[in-house]
């Protein structure tokens, strides 16, 4: 009997195969008597774990770069780091100093680090996946337990685990696996950022009940939906069919000739070459913060550069649009000292940041694309939550002092398309004066949301609210667009709402000029954009927009 379990979509794909489970390495027997624990060998055979486990990652991180680039493949350079800590490498050896072998003792020492990062919230939560990783590694070798070869899956295999840790999913071989659920994981987990880089199908966060599904079951996973199906009926299996609407190179227009632009959202180099596979237009949003994370110290202005320059070069004569460095709220970068914040969605983040604590940061980042701009055609630039027009004038005037500095310099340079993110109700508001000062603006429907019905996007207590389909979020798109418009600077959308082509007519009708999203729905949202009339997707942007409950506007676009 077909039996289907949700959880959260973490790839929008679907794909379906036979059950291979990857388990933990974690039970351990009883500890034995401290009195016959040899403290000596103990600690030695501890130092040679670590040792090991340092050979381990320096190989996985070349494979790993080989596979996924350098950006997602310094993930194991924090590991290495993890392994360092004097916090845990000092509590280990004073537990085997007490009388624990040391699998037991390794155990207990990573027990409260990982419990302080599960209690944190959002994406910081997330690195006790990462610790985890590292804790296993290590009893592995300890405890001498043959690891699953996760490169070496059969051909069609859905793997299933309680989690995956980034070291697990960046071995994965996407000719063989057809998909993989986890029972725990969130979107903005490694785990699914990389199971996105590599295209293959993935649902996690489905809970326990994922638990009772045995090795050999058939099973789907549609990634897009977020749903788990096992032993697929004729009907679940036409989602595979689904899957695949045909790219398209060409730049689309609307049936009666209104063009749209589809284009991307990517966080590393390594998505380039799919994004190009998938027919987008360009790229409308690169999260340049992914440079940032996951390493010891921030990329320099060279090493900026190079990436500024190879976005750039993957789409000759289209538009690739920078985001400058947007952290703080659940983007924290460990090796920048920022201070905790009880609040920190309503904190110090993006251009807050780059206009205060972090302006060497900024300033950096700033030449970089400058001179990448001289270098390629078509680079745009864009600030993260900006709230207030004071913060777009400071931002240029940054943009301005920074060509000045590298014109005396005697270094290459040009002024990029500038643009301004709509991420605030502030920005909203005053969405005219950014237009008059910026060349575009580009909606981030995720923390719009966020901000205007005051739901949080991690928050799946008030996940109903975080929709982008209520009437006040809608509102805020409309005046976005009219404003943009009257002040001429290009409108477009780069939040999660950009991707859903079941809302691509509404976005047309609302007057968007582009529209960016996951590489993988580009192909289904310009198939959407050639098949709707502008004329009637006005009217269907009207009525949602009179319409006074998000139930209203759900029964309006589904009739
Ligand atoms: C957004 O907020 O909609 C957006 C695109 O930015 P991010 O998801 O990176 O915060
Ligand atoms: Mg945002």
């Known amino acids: 009997m077909t039996i289907e379990l949700s959880g959260i979509g973490a790839t929008p794909r679907v794909g379906v195969g036979t059950v291979v489970w990857h388990r933990g390495t974690t039970d351990l027997s009883e500890p034995p008597d401290p009195k016959t624990v040899d403290v000596d060998e103990q600690l030695a055979a501890f130092e040679a774990a670590c040792e090991r486990a340092h050979e381990e990652l320096t190989d996985e991180r070349e494979r790993a770069e080989e596979r996924v680039g350098d950006d997602e493949a310094a993930i194991f350079d924090a590991h290495r780091a993890f392994l360092d800590d004097p916090e845990i490498t000092g509590s280990v050896e004073t537990a085997i100093g007490n009388g624990l072998p040391a699998p037991h003792a390794v155990q207990q020492a990573f027990e409260d680090p990982i419990a302080r990062l599960e ?7 997330e690195r006790a996946d990462d610790l985890r990783d590292v804790r296993d590694r290590l009893l592995r070798i300890l405890t001498d337990r043959e690891r699953t070869d996760l490169g070496d899956l059969p051909d069609g295999s859905i793997l299933l685990a309680e989690r995956l840790a980034p070291s697990d999913t960046a071995r994965l071989d996407p000719d063989a696996v057809a998909g993989f659920a986890t029972l725990f994981g969130g979107r903005t987990s490694h785990a699914a950022i990389f199971a996105r880089s590599l295209g293959i199908p ?30 697929p009926d004729d009907a679940a299996r036409d989602r595979l069919v689904g899957a695949a609407t045909a790219v398209t190179r060409d730049r689309v227009s609307t049936a009666d000739g209104r063009p749209v632009e589809v284009a991307a959202n990517v966080g590393t180099l390594a998505e380039l070459d799919g994004v190009v596979e998938q027919g987008a237009d360009g790229i409308g949003l690169f999260r340049t913060e992914f440079l940032f994370l996951d390493r010891d110290s921030p990329p320099d202005e060279d090493e900026q550069y190079d990436a500024y320059v190879e976005a750039a070069s993957a789409f000759p004569g289209d538009r690739v649009v920078a985001r400058t460095l947007d952290v703080g709220g659940d983007k924290p970068i460990p090796y920048i ?29 700033l030449r970089a694309l400058l001179r990448a701009t001289a270098e390629v055609d078509d ?33 290459d340079r040009a002024i990029p398309e500038l643009g301004v993110m709509i991420e605030t109700p502030g920005s909203a508001f005053v969405a005219e004066e950014l237009a008059t000062r910026a060349e575009f603006l580009s909606i981030g429907t995720n923390d719009l949301t966020q901000y205007v019905m005051a739901a949080s996007r991690e928050n799946a207590r008030v996940a109903d609210l975080h929709d982008p389909l209520h009437p006040p979020v809608l509102r805020a ?55 709707c009339d502008a004329e009637s997707a006005r009217d269907l942007a009207e009525r ?14 589904e009739g």
Do not use: Y
């Open 119 to 125: 209690g944190l919230e959002g994406s910081t939560a």
């Open 379 to 411: 680079l745009a630039v864009m600030f993260p939550l900006v709230a207030r027009v004071e913060e777009l004038d400071a931002a240029l005037l940054r943009v301005e002092a920074v060509a000045e500095e590298l014109a005396d310099e005697g270094i």
């Open 544 to 557: 949602a927009l009179s319409a006074e409950t998000r139930d209203e506007v759900t029964s309006i676009l």
């Open 337 to 365: 000292d920022a201070p905790e914040e009880t609040n920190p969605f309503l904190g110090e983040r993006g251009i807050r940041r780059s206009l205060g604590p972090d302006a060497d940061l900024f300033e950096t980042q």
């Open 202 to 231: 993935a649902v996690v966060g489905v809970g326990d009940e994922l638990a009772q599904v045995g090795d050999g079951r058939e099973v789907l996973v549609d990634g897009e939906d977020g749903v788990v199906i096992v032993d």
């Open 477 to 531: 798109i409309r005046r976005t667009v009219e404003a943009g418009h009257e002040g001429d600077a290009w409108v477009g959308m780069c939040g999660e709402m950009a991707g859903d082509p079941e809302l691509t007519e509404l976005l047309v009708g609302l007057g968007l000029d582009e529209l960016s999203l996951s590489a993988v729905t580009v192909p289904d949202v310009k198939a959407r954009v050639a098949e």
